[in-house]
């Protein structure tokens, strides 16, 4: 009387697995490629002179870059912390976030008209860059090999991200709508800084 389930969760869980690891990467990595070319597309707009979206690419970095270190802080590098052999990565780049989210509130705090304005922006896109070459050169390649609860990790990811952008008001469509967008990507490569 009793039905048997054909055990057939087990043959998959490792394919599972090393799908969910990817896709924990490649989620702060987009998060990392959009920051970067809001940066870019800020260098344009400032260029010529247009105010209005140096603005908006402003707001907008700002609110990725929160929604992003919350991520990484809450979810992210505890985890990272307990797999990796060098803590010392996860203790930098907590750090760094530090450095970030001073800058973030400044330019929150601040105006266009402000001659620091700019300046906080620049010096916030350099650091990130950086900081991202380190996360993206460093710990994410070190724990490729480490054994996480990736699929536990990732559900929390998305989960949370989706809870705070909707607190920001943001959308997935509003996070990639840019002024420059549709040009930024043949431009780009002719200016490299
Ligand atoms: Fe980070
Ligand atoms: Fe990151």
Request: charged share 35%; aromatic share 4%; proline share 4%.
């Amino acid at each position: 009387m009793t039905a048997t389930t054909p055990d057939r969760s087990r043959s998959t869980s490792t394919k599972i697995s090393k799908s969910a690891q990817q896709q924990v990467i490649a989620l702060l990595k987009d998060d990392h490629k959009r920051v970067k070319k809001a940066f870019r597309e800020f260098e344009k707009a400032d260029e010529q002179g247009d105010m209005e979206s140096c603005a908006k690419l402003v707001k907008q970095v700002c609110d990725e870059l929160e929604v992003h270190a919350k991520l990484e802080e809450e979810l992210f590098y505890p985890q990272a912390r307990e797999a990796l052999k060098e803590e010392e990565l996860i203790d930098e780049a907590e750090v760094e976030h530090k450095s970030l989210k001073r800058l973030i509130a400044d330019l929150k705090a601040g105006s266009p008209d402000d001659p620091r304005w700019k300046a906080s922006f620049t010096v916030l896109a350099e650091y990130v860059k950086h900081h991202v070459r380190e996360e993206e050169n460093e710990i994410f390649p070190q724990l490729e090999k480490a054994k996480l609860d990736w699929e536990g990790m990732l559900e929390a990811l998305q989960t949370r991200k989706a809870e705070l952008m909707k607190r920001k008001g943001m959308t997935s469509e509003t996070a990639q709508a840019s002024p420059h967008s549709k040009t930024s990507r043949s431009a780009s490569r002719s200016r490299p800084h």
